[in-house]
């Protein structure tokens, strides 16, 4: 039976301080890598993260800190990638220490920008992971709620299921269920499209669209989403199954999501520049569909949600006219 062994988590956000809530309250040890110095400090003088998930108090002593990605890399076996998906290759950057061997976990909702490729795919391409050595986390699953420990169900994928079921193990406990999957690639690329289609459920409740018209959405979204992971990456999958439609409809209607916030703003006036500034949070779907629309470039898939986002936020096409194209193409 495959081991885990050590567990460290890379980032210091709102989802990787919610996935190191979990696993060290199942394991009694992580390492924890943050980029800056100051924000171990004050986590270390407050017992919490000083920036994010404020309410969830630690253990320091079974938390070992980190600013140094090598460390942390060379001394620990099961590395959980939880970095804004813009911000993934510039802490790569400063890695000496090999991570062909290790047990590789992402758990960011995102795409690598300029590769446009999903974090599995780029960990296999450019540092050369097996993708036996390759899982994701995928699911519904605000951070907050995790936080409030409210019921959550978390999907592992990996091509060697024996290893994802080993993972779950660490996640899993009274407020966390969790289920097995072989689908890394259809569920990371479904995570990404799943926060294009938040931003536009944002759009369409600040342009005032109700509540009968975001269910028309969330339908064409996920046929949207169904038909793209069938021409990129055919499997068996269930697209009804949690990790497809469930964190599409959370991320669609929740007012946690920071992604349909985003939209929200969009969708009242505010331009994508000062929506992000009062944000002051990563909105993955801003960066997310830029990519998605360059890959779809080669695809062919048909994406008019996908596109009409794309317009809004890259060609400043208005919110008003793009969305009323969209709605007359629904049915």
């Known amino acids: 039976m495959f ?11 709102s989802w990787a301080t919610a996935i190191a809530k979990i696993v060290v309250s199942n394991t009694r040890h992580i390492g924890w890598y943050m980029r800056r110095d100051d924000r171990i400090l004050e986590f270390k003088r407050m017992g919490h993260n000083p920036a994010y998930l404020t309410s969830v108090h630690f253990n320091l002593d079974e938390v070992e800190f980190t ?35 290790k047990f590789i976990v992402t758990a960011i909702k995102g795409i690598v920008p300029d590769d446009n490729l999903v ?5 296999h391409e450019v540092f050369d992971v097996p993708y036996s050595n390759l899982a994701c986390i995928g699911g519904p699953s605000h951070a907050e709620e995790v936080a409030m420990e409210r019921l959550s169900y978390l999907t592992v994928a990996c091509s060697d299921t024996e290893k994802a079921e080993s993972f779950t193990k660490v996640l899993a406990g ?3 269920k969790t289920k097995v999957s072989s689908d890394v690639v259809g569920i990371e690329y479904g995570s990404v499209l799943k926060n294009v289609y938040a931003i536009a459920a944002g759009i369409c409740a600040g342009l005032k669209y109700g509540d009968n018209f975001q269910a028309v959405l969330m339908s064409n979204a996920l046929q949207e989403m169904s038909r793209f992971l069938t021409s990129v990456y055919p499997s068996d999958r269930k697209i009804e199954d949690s990790a497809y439609i469930g964190d599409l409809l959370v991320t669609g209607y929740s007012n946690f999501s920071r992604n349909r916030t985003f939209g929200t703003m969009i969708g009242k006036g505010y331009s994508v520049k000062s929506a992000q500034i009062e944000m002051e949070m990563i909105a993955e779907g801003y960066f997310g569909t830029k990519c998605m629309k360059e890959i779809n470039r080669h695809m062919h898939v048909n994406m008019p949600i996908l596109d009409a986002m794309y317009n809004i936020l890259y060609e ?6 793009e969305i009323k194209l969209l709605t007359d193409s629904f049915r």
């Open 3 to 13: 081991n885990c062994g050590k567990i460290a988590i890379i980032g210091g956000g």
């Open 67 to 101: 600013s140094d990605i090598n460390k942390v890399v060379k001394e620990y076996d099961t590395l959980v990638f939880v970095t804004p998906s813009p911000y993934l290759k510039n802490h790569l950057k400063k890695l000496k220490y090999p991570i062909r061997d």
């Open 119 to 123: 974090c599995s795919e780029y960990f």
């Open 174 to 176: 009274k407020y966390i």
């Open 316 to 321: 400043r096409i208005s919110p008003q006219v």
